[in-house]
């Protein structure tokens, strides 16, 4: 059995045995939801509290969705000026919240580390469940990312996966490459321009590359990410067009890729600079799927934590 969680900041470290069994439990809730169960009663008279500092469609509103699929409470907060900084405020605002007796708190931050700072906080009963935070980790993208690959290839370790476009200011591209590393990718490709690409040693056992084309090459599944425009210090990019024309997932370079390769995307896409239309809405894309996984995984952390 995987060692019980209590709040979940990273995949890093995590293991595969926990990885293939929160993958397992979102599966079997996927299973139960397409056999007409709306509900799941695991977490009656439980409180989840969205705590977003930072502006998020698909990613807030598939933890309401999930905590209320499993009988929770559901209290949303958003704090999109992200003015609020560290230290008294956010800790007035834990001690506040925790005062209205609540069991998880999910949070969204534009500064690293903020979900762990919590976790040092919290009172003992609080899970914190981190929805991304800065560029450091984006726990719950990085399963549904898996759990959508896992739909479809059964075996990691025969698999070539290329992350690519921003992945120095990507959360999402670090949970990816702790996720697969640790169910048995062994090809992993990290590609994007120089300015935009992290230090090697930050990600061990990735291959780095600037240049698309070679990274697409035979690739199984390839993981598109957006250019993170508001944390840019300053402009490291040529305009849209140039680097649609190297960075961009158009049709004719996907046919560089293994035949039927999967097709990935966080969201928000911006269509036309990291990914043609014709690929984001084609029969390759599996977009939609890692929406709807979104949901499956979520419920498997939040009933993982909480569930008595
Ligand atoms: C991502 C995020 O916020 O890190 N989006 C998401 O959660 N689906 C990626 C992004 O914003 O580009």
Redesign the pocket.
Known sequence: MPTHLRHLITLQHLGAETLEHLLDRAESLREACAHGTRRIDLLRGRTVLNLFF?P????RTSFELAARRLGADVVNFDITSSSTSKGETLLDTLHTLEAMHLDALVV?HRESGTPEFLVRHAASGVSIVN??DGNHA?PT?GLLDALTVRQHRRHFDALTVTICG?VLH???ARSDVHAFQALGVRDLRLCGPGALLPAPGELPGCAFSDNFDSAVEGADVIIM??L?KERMVATLLPDEAAYFERYGLSQTRLRRAAPGALVLH???INRGVEIASEVADGTQSRILEQVAN?VFVRMAVLAELLAR
């Open positions: 930072e998020s469609t698909r990613t969204r929805a991304g984006h993208q921003d990507s959360r999402v990410l957006r993170q966080p969201g928000p979104g």
